[in-house]
């Protein structure tokens, strides 16, 4: 990707978010970049689709709803009562229909960075962790981003999803059926 078309994408970003979550992205886009690097993951994707990951989080609930069901199709039951989890699908279809990305391994990785899926690729595995890993999450601390950066990529994942139960264990929330799906998936193999 040329300094052209990586500037079109920051700003694109962010003009739509506010401040504290376009830094956020850009973290995460360097995290991706970095993760990608590691595991021989294209380095230009994984940067642009941890960019974008969120590109719809500014936007008010019934746009990202309305956008949710337009990439998807419809909504499960999981995601009615969760609306946090909309936003990766509405993100993927802002950047299929607004900026114009035709690319399905970028868009399946901003569509699967919140709770995973079974059908992740490599590059959605990456935009995933990064999500999570980036320097600025405030449940990290240095040692631990360089425990999970040695881990290798299915184990790293295997590791998210214990955390992500957890902490959602003590909000009274279950993990998400594709996030368990996920888990069973890299577990079974």
Known sequence: MNNREKSFFLDAVRNMLPEKRFSHSLRCANC?????????????????????????????????????VLDKGFLTDYEKKYFNVLHSYASAWY??????????????????????????????????????????????KKKDLDLLS?????????TILEATKHYLDK???????????????????
């Open 171 to 189: 909000k009274h929330i279950p993990l998400a059926p594709e996030s368990r799906e996920l888990y069973q998936k890299l577990t079974t193999r």
């Open 150 to 158: 040695s881990l290798p990529l299915d184990r790293l994942i295997l």
């Open 95 to 140: 950047l299929r229909n607004e900026l114009k990305i035709e690319d399905e391994e970028v868009l399946n990785a901003v569509r699967f960075h919140t709770t995973g899926s079974p059908c992740m690729d490599d590059l959605s595995k990456v935009v995933f962790a990064a999500d999570y890993m980036e320097p600025g999450r405030e449940h990290m």
């Open 32 to 68: 991706a970049a970095d993760l990608a690097e590691i595991f021989e993951v294209d380095q230009d994707k994984a940067w642009l689709a941890g960019l974008t990951h969120d590109i719809s989080r500014g936007q008010e609930r019934e746009t990202i709803k309305e956008w949710a």
